[in-house]
């Protein structure tokens, strides 16, 4: 029954192999967030789009990846895609898979930020004859921006807990690590207790980081001079 | 005479069930300075909303500067205008806002500065050298870095003007853009109005419920009710002769009885 005592020594020692697989859980995070906010942008242009067939098969795609489970899109992409002759890195595999999953989510909170811009302001755009991309890009993304920050915060942070489902295609992020410490020393208590508080320490970083963002981030909008 | 700059044939118009023009027969010439004035929902303000594309038409022909606005020709008929005509007709046109619709996140000179750079692709140096003639024109030389929050409605209004000249539009929209403002802000944006029109000739097309203004500034007045001209003429005509019944009844109740 030792496994009960903390073993502060054992601590010490495990500690910068969890840190090093923490830098790759933060990396599959931050790559996956980069790609979820790409796609999510585009998932919401494209269901903007007065095309109706590309409208609603947008629709059924986002409706589609965000009623399946993301273990199953991960396994997906990893194991059947080589089939079709793409096969990725473990870590590409994972930014692709969250970006795809998240990006399904977050382009319904870029849609209603989108949704939000007064019906003036696309006028006015129309008006001055800007084309559409000029009208996303100078006028209705820079205001949008803002009240998209907290939603899309917590789905950022999500993603960053989800990282440990990556270890079910073998890449070496933080709980994956843990376990193989685990099992080499017979000892599982420090290094998933580890795990936990480097997850909690990062999660309210983000989540103070977010905030902060979100409180300097001028009412108004992405300003341009 | 040279053709009418906008004519409007047959044109018809619905939201939904409501019917706003059912055959509607309009012209303006060039250089003349149009006011419309009657009650609201009478189909003043989607006239101009019409005119810059920011409505579409349910029949009918609308021309500008002699091109078919809402249709273009196409294999040897008329077919409804596609994105690229509407832009290319857009460029007769520039429209003032009720609400202003400013950019809230750009400064007053970008406000004015975004479209000549992005559409007719003017290098930033000439658009703000433009901007400031502008600003100078309405009257805001101080204001150009200024966020249009951090102005007076009437100042704001003003920059609606400069920004909608910047794409230097022979055809001006003013939809209603003194309602919006409180009464000792008026002035200040008509001032801007008239200075415009001393200065340079336009094509103008305001819809307003400044009596005194439109009577002042036009070369004609139309009189609108249920989406048709009830009656039209020059502004001394309309204001102290009118004819029909439904005229007098509006400007009674607009002016007292006192005109």
């Known amino acids: 029954m030792n496994g009960f005592q903390w073993d502060w020594a054992f601590t010490w020692e495990v500690l910068p192999m969890i840190l090093s697989a923490a830098k790759v859980t933060l990396l599959a995070t931050l ?18 789009s007065n095309r109706g067939v590309l409208r609603i098969s947008v629709y059924w795609v986002v409706e589609f990846i965000r009623s399946t489970p993301l273990l199953v ?41 989108i949704d939000g811009i007064e019906k003036g302001q696309w006028e006015a755009a129309r008006a001055l004859n800007l084309s559409l991309l000029d009208t996303y890009k100078d006028i209705v993304l820079p205001q949008a921006i803002r009240p998209m920050i907290p939603a899309t915060g917590n789905y950022i942070i999500a993603m960053f807990k989800e990282t440990p489902q990556l270890s079910a295609i073998t890449l070496l992020e933080m709980l994956q690590i843990a376990k193989i410490i685990g099992s080499e020393n017979f000892r599982y208590l420090e290094p998933f207790t580890l795990v936990g508080i480097l997850y909690l320490v990062f999660s309210i970083a983000a989540a103070y980081g977010i905030h902060q963002v979100e409180r300097r981030f001028p009412k108004e909008g992405f300003s341009l001079k | 005479m040279n053709a009418p700059i906008i004519e409007f044939k ?40 019409i005119l810059m594309t920011l409505e579409g038409i349910d029949g009918g022909y609308i021309n500008v500067a002699g091109e078919s606005l809402w249709h273009m020709p196409w294999q040897g008929q008329y077919v409804p205008a596609n994105g690229k005509h509407l832009h290319k007709m857009r460029h007769h046109l520039g429209m003032v806002f009720q609400h202003f619709n400013l950019f809230p996140h750009m400064t007053v000179k970008r406000n004015i500065t975004e479209a000549p750079m992005r559409v007719k692709g003017i290098s930033r140096e000439e658009a703000e050298a433009s901007a400031e003639k502008l600003l100078k024109l309405v009257g805001l030389s101080d204001k150009a870095d200024s966020y249009p929050n951090d102005l007076s409605g009437g100042q704001k209004q003003r920059v609606g003007i400069a920004r909608a000249l910047a794409m230097k539009p022979s055809i001006l929209l003013l939809d209603e853009i003194t309602s919006a403002l409180d009464p000792e802000l008026v002035d200040e944006v008509l001032d801007v109005i008239r200075n415009l029109v001393k200065e340079d000739s336009f094509t103008m097309l305001l819809v307003t419920h400044e009596m005194y203004f439109a009577r002042e500034i036009s070369d004609r007045v139309c ?16 204001f102290t002769q009118p004819k029909e019944e439904r005229t007098k009844a509006f400007l009674n109740a607009y002016l007292g009885n006192n005109s």
């Open chain 1, 73 to 113: 899109q991960i396994f997906f992409l990893y194991y059947v895609m080589p089939e079709f002759g793409i096969s990725l890195s473990p870590l590409a595999t994972g930014v692709l898979a969250l970006g795809l999953h998240y990006g399904a989510y977050l382009s319904e909170v870029f849609r209603s930020g």
């Open chain 2, 223 to 238: 009189f609108f009710d249920n989406g048709a001209i009830v009656e039209e003429g020059a502004p001394e005509t309309i």
């Open chain 2, 10 to 49: 047959n044109v018809k118009k619905c939201f939904g069930d409501t019917v706003i023009f059912s055959d509607f027969n309009f012209k303006v010439e060039e250089n003349e300075i149009v006011s419309i004035i009657g009650p609201s929902g009478s189909g003043k303000s989607t006239l101009l909303r």
């Open chain 1, 31 to 48: 790559l996956g967030s980069i790609f979820a906010i790409f796609m999510g942008l585009v998932f919401a242009l494209l269901r903007r």
